[in-house]
T-cell receptor
Framework: DAGITQSPRYKITETGRQVTLMCHQTWSHSYMFWYRQDLGHGLRLIYYSAAADITDKGEVPDGYVVSRSKTENFPLTLESATRSQTSVYFC????????????FGPGTRLTVT | DQQVKQNSPSLSVQEGRISILNCDYTNSMFDYFLWYKKYPAEGPTFLISISSIKDKNEDGRFTVFLNKSAKHLSLHIVPSQPGDSAVYFCAASASSGGSNYKLTFGKGTLLTVNP
């Protein structure tokens, strides 16, 4: 199906473990984003990518790593998970600078125990 | 420093009546505004947007009003339906200043439409 997908949808991991959240889009959008949603904070930008091999930090990047070797994929890695990274993570994409709308995936609920 | 503020965490209205969701911003560089709707266990979905060159944009039951001098925008839903019950996020972007890729979101308002 066309669109933007995230996997897994739910993940429980232990403190100190490495975990990777996957994001895949079929629109060939240039821009991709990772957000986290927490109670009382709304949506906060973690990292974004303007194109393959171009990534940059957002508002809350500490503890996260991203890569973008292909236009359609934008994985987010928590190198050593902490309880404060328990959250719902959303991936989004945007066609280009002429279009402001971002299109979101269904989210990954991550629990760090 | 919260640049986009949605001061009402929740709003409850009766089916058929008008829902008005409010959003304030502090950054005068913002010139494009969007509203997203989010159901539980789903990602946010784009609803409606407005450029700062306009003061109103309408799409069916949804109308967004922008008051630049007050740095305020509002989303009107008329008539409200139970299926409109969701969290609504206001977002803003600046087309200049090197951050035109970025959306800054408010914390959201939970709208409940009662049958």
């Amino acid at each position: 199906d066309a669109g933007i997908t995230q996997s897994p949808r739910y993940k429980i991991t232990e403190t100190g473990r490495q975990v990777t959240l996957m994001c895949h889009q079929t629109w060939s959008h240039s821009y991709m984003f990772w957000y986290r949603q927490d109670l009382g904070h709304g949506l906060r930008l973690i990292y974004y990518s303007a194109a393959a091999d171009i990534t940059d930090k957002g508002e809350v990047p500490d503890g996260y790593v991203v890569s973008r070797s292909k236009t359609e994929n934008f994985p987010l890695t928590l190198e050593s998970a902490t309880r404060s990274q328990t959250s719902v993570y959303f991936c989004a994409s945007r066609a280009g600078l002429a279009s402001y709308e971002q299109y979101f995936g269904p989210g990954t609920r991550l629990t760090v125990t | 420093d919260q640049q986009v503020k949605q001061n009402s965490p929740s709003l409850s209205v009766q089916e058929g009546r008008i829902s008005i969701l409010n959003c304030d911003y502090t950054n005068s560089m913002f010139d494009y505004f969007l509203w997203y709707k989010k159901y539980p266990a789903e990602g946010p979905t784009f609803l409606i947007s407005i450029s700062s060159i306009k003061d109103k944009n309408e799409d069916g039951r949804f109308t967004v009003f922008l008051n630049k001098s007050a740095k305020h925008l509002s989303l009107h839903i008329v008539p409200s339906q139970p299926g409109d019950s969701a969290v609504y996020f206001c977002a803003a972007s600046a087309s200049s200043g090197g951050s035109n890729y970025k959306l800054t979101f408010g914390k959201g308002t939970l709208l409940t439409v009662n049958p």
